[in-house]
């Protein structure tokens, strides 16, 4: 967790198409793990191309599922 994590997963996430529909984060304390609770529209984007999107600015995806 530092300034701008958030943002560059976002971006990352919007370079996919992906659209934010609802979002929750929290950490307990700065500079450690920051979790980010995403709601999505994920359009054409499927789970491996977000999950790499992710790791290319050291986010990860723990789990995924479209309903």
């Known amino acids: 967790?530092?300034?701008?994590?958030?943002?560059?997963a976002a971006t990352a996430?919007?370079?996919?198409?992906?659209?934010?529909?609802?979002?929750?984060?929290?950490?307990?304390?700065r500079g450690e793990t920051a979790v980010w609770?995403?709601?999505?529209?994920?359009?054409?984007?499927t789970i491996p191309q977000i999950r790499h999107a992710l790791s290319k600015v050291y986010a990860k995806a723990l789990s995924a599922e479209w309903v």
């Open 13 to 29: 996430l919007a370079d996919l198409g992906v659209d934010l529909v609802n979002t929750h984060s929290h950490s307990s304390k």
């Open 37 to 45: 609770v995403i709601d999505c529209n994920p359009g054409n984007a």
């Open 1 to 8: 967790d530092k300034p701008g994590s958030l943002a560059a």
